[in-house]
């Protein structure tokens, strides 16, 4: 068994919020994760972490950018607190950082991709979920 293997995550249809370009992003984010896992193995596993980071904060930003963009156009009516919780998460993941640009264990660098991981997975089935209902209404469903 790799080190990276228990990292590795599965999209669920449960997961999905109706929209088909944020639920591309959403799934976007179980594949790095499972890119980075694999490379977990590899011979540079901190390049392949930070790596990761920066690609998992910059599609964040993209994503947060989109899915506002979403809930503005379907009048979603907790969209400012949503915005919130967009900012709250942006500020939490760029507090790894500094961490991940000194660590040198492995089991450390396979920690932080996890916590990533798991504040975003938190974020999409309670906060995402509330809008899922203006999405459908939205197309007529
Ligand atoms: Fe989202
Ligand atoms: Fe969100």
Redesign the pocket.
């Known amino acids: 068994m790799g080190i990276g293997d228990d990292l590795k995550v599965t999209w669920k249809d449960g997961f999905s ?1 109706g929209d088909e370009l ?1 639920d591309e ?2 799934r976007a984010f179980f594949d790095e994760v499972n890119h980075v896992a694999a490379q977990l193995d590899g011979g540079n596993p901190r390049n392949a972490v930070i790596q990761f980071y920066r690609t998992f904060f910059s599609n964040l930003v993209q ?2 950018r989109d ?1 506002e963009a979403l809930l503005a156009r379907i009048k979603f009516s907790e969209l400012e607190n949503h915005r919130a919780e967009h900012e709250a998460l942006l500020a939490s993941v760029s507090a790894f950082e500094g961490l991940l640009l000194t660590c040198e264990d492995i089991h450390e660098l396979r920690f932080v991709v996890k916590r990533l991981f798991v504040a975003l997975l938190e ?2 089935v309670t ?2 979920m509330r809008y899922k209902t203006f999405v459908l209404r939205a197309q007529g469903v």
Request: charged share 25%; net charge negative; no cysteine.
């Open positions: 919020v944020i992003q959403h994503h947060f899915e974020h999409v906060e995402d």
